[in-house]
């Protein structure tokens, strides 16, 4: 079994509706991060936590919020989606140290 | 603050030929390296990082990479490769202390392409 898991992996949705994207993990780890990948772009960190009562905003932050319900669940959600934010979203842990993230599948949203 | 320029967008080479993907980083503060792996429609693998020690890191699977912190740099090379070995390769950095522990800054990836 997977040790960072995605669900969904896939999803399509319409302008202004809010869904959620779910991360587990069963690997232990307290840190947790929500990135989007864009063609050209690389990777671009969305939020992280370091523990459940820890939360923190990365470099692109506006337009998502996270809920940490659990040191094992860590979820992004899109209270109203727009189509710029069609992208690739990968969920990523780590352990204390944080040297090293391990990434989840990933989920392709795109917003009609 | 980090940041990474990964100076290639896309590489084309033949089975069997060397490559070298190459990667700067800028940071104020020490620095943790890493190389993660994109296969097509698949997650990162982490495929090599380099955070103390012997500059020179290696890979299971043939790639190596090393710190060249006077030239800032962490290229990321395999002597000869493979079709297997087409995908996306990203450059990412972090600071090794502090806040900026942990937290990754990723290039902006480079596509190799092996062609038989």
């Known amino acids: 079994d997977a040790d960072v898991t995605q669900t969904p992996r896939n999803r399509i949705t319409k302008t202004g509706k809010r869904i959620m994207l779910e991360c587990s993990q069963t690997?232990?780890?307290?840190?947790m991060y929500w990135y989007r990948q864009d063609p050209g772009l690389g990777l671009r960190l969305i939020y992280y936590?370091?523990?459940?009562?820890?939360?923190n905003k990365g470099e692109i932050s506006d337009g998502y919020s996270v809920s940490r319900q659990a040191q094992a669940k860590f979820s992004l959600s899109l209270e109203s989606a727009i189509p710029n934010q069609t992208a690739l979203y990968f969920c990523?842990?780590?352990?204390?140290?944080?040297?090293?993230?391990?990434f989840g599948p990933g989920t392709r949203l795109l917003v009609l | 603050a980090q940041s990474v320029t990964q100076l290639d967008s896309q590489v084309p080479v033949f089975e069997e030929a060397p490559v070298e993907l190459r990667c700067n980083y800028s940071?104020?503060?020490?620095?943790?390296l890493f190389w993660y792996v994109q296969y097509p429609n698949q997650g990162l693998q982490l495929l090599l990082k380099?955070?103390?020690?012997?500059?020179l890191v290696e890979s299971i699977n043939g790639f190596e990479a090393e710190f060249n912190k006077s030239q800032t740099s962490f290229h990321l090379r395999k002597p000869s490769v493979h079709i297997s070995d087409t995908a996306e390769y990203f450059c990412?950095?972090?600071?090794?202390?502090?806040?900026?522990?942990?937290?990754?800054?990723f290039g902006k990836g480079t596509k190799l392409s092996v062609k038989p």
């Open positions: 990523a842990t780590a352990g204390t140290g944080g040297e090293t993230q391990y």
């Open positions: 690997k232990g780890h307290d840190r």
């Open positions: 936590s370091f523990d459940v009562k820890d939360i």
């Open positions: 940071s104020s503060v020490s620095v943790y």
């Open positions: 380099y955070l103390s020690g012997s500059t």
């Open positions: 990412a950095v972090s600071g090794s202390y502090g806040g900026s522990q942990g937290n990754l800054i």
